[in-house]
């Protein structure tokens, strides 16, 4: 089995910084692409931003400028930087990955709460 560990969430007022970081662990073969999701009270789950095997990034617009994605393949990391962090950021930060053992399956993290005061 995979597991996906968050961390790095938490409170922050607004134009602060945060680093989120997800490691994924298990039998693994291979990891494909990695992503940062995030779900706001009443609202759907949403595409944060994504890196794929090759390091090719795509942003959701409202982060663009201010979040980097990142991957460490020799520790099957993923890294969310996020800087000039806004209320509107707040939010339950799922990581996500498409993970090759003997087949391929998407997993996903606990969750970890980003709160910005304003």
């Known amino acids: 089995q995979v597991q996906l560990v968050e961390s790095g969430g938490g409170p922050v007022q607004a134009g602060g910084s945060l680093r989120l970081s997800c490691a994924a662990s298990g039998s693994i073969f291979r990891i494909n692409a990695m992503g940062w999701y995030r779900q706001a009270p009443g609202k759907q789950r949403e595409l944060v931003a994504v890196?794929?095997?090759?390091?090719?990034?795509n942003y959701a617009d409202s982060v663009k400028g201010r979040f980097t994605i990142s991957r460490d393949n020799a520790k099957n990391t993923v890294y969310l930087q996020m800087n000039s962090l806004k209320p509107e950021d707040t939010a339950v930060y799922y990581c996500?990955?498409?993970?090759?053992?003997?087949?391929?399956?998407?997993?996903w993290g606990q969750g970890t709460q980003v709160t910005i005061s304003s």
């Open positions: 996500n990955a498409e993970v090759v053992t003997t087949r391929v399956d998407d997993f």
């Open positions: 890196i794929t095997s090759g390091n090719i990034t």
